[in-house]
């Protein structure tokens, strides 16, 4: 068996695998601040850091970033759906 500290990095490796996650940070003015995961796995090649969000994600518009928001099963432009906590 795997020491504790190992084997949850093995799942949590596991599961960025098989779930490919996206996480990003934006600014008060929609900017990305960073990112972890593909964006173009969602249909977004190019998003990355510094980009205006708005102008990849139009689900965003009108969205307060300082305010939590679940937004569940968003449609993607490639196709893929997403649930999407802000």
């Known amino acids: 068996m795997l020491p504790e ?3 949850r990095n093995l799942l949590a ?3 960025v695998e098989r779930l490919n996650p996206l ?3 934006v600014a008060n003015d929609m900017r990305v ?3 972890f995961g593909d964006p173009a796995h969602f249909g977004f090649p190019d998003l990355t850091v510094g980009a ?3 102008e990849h994600l139009d689900f965003l518009f009108g969205l307060d970033p300082t ?3 679940d937004l569940p099963f968003v449609g993607m432009s490639n196709g893929r759906c997403a649930d999407v906590s802000i």
Do not use: G, H, I, N
């Open 5 to 7: 500290p190992s084997s």
């Open 33 to 35: 601040v960073s990112l």
């Open 13 to 15: 490796r596991m599961a």
């Open 23 to 25: 996480c990003l940070r």
């Open 52 to 54: 205006d969000s708005l």
């Open 67 to 69: 305010e939590k928001t």
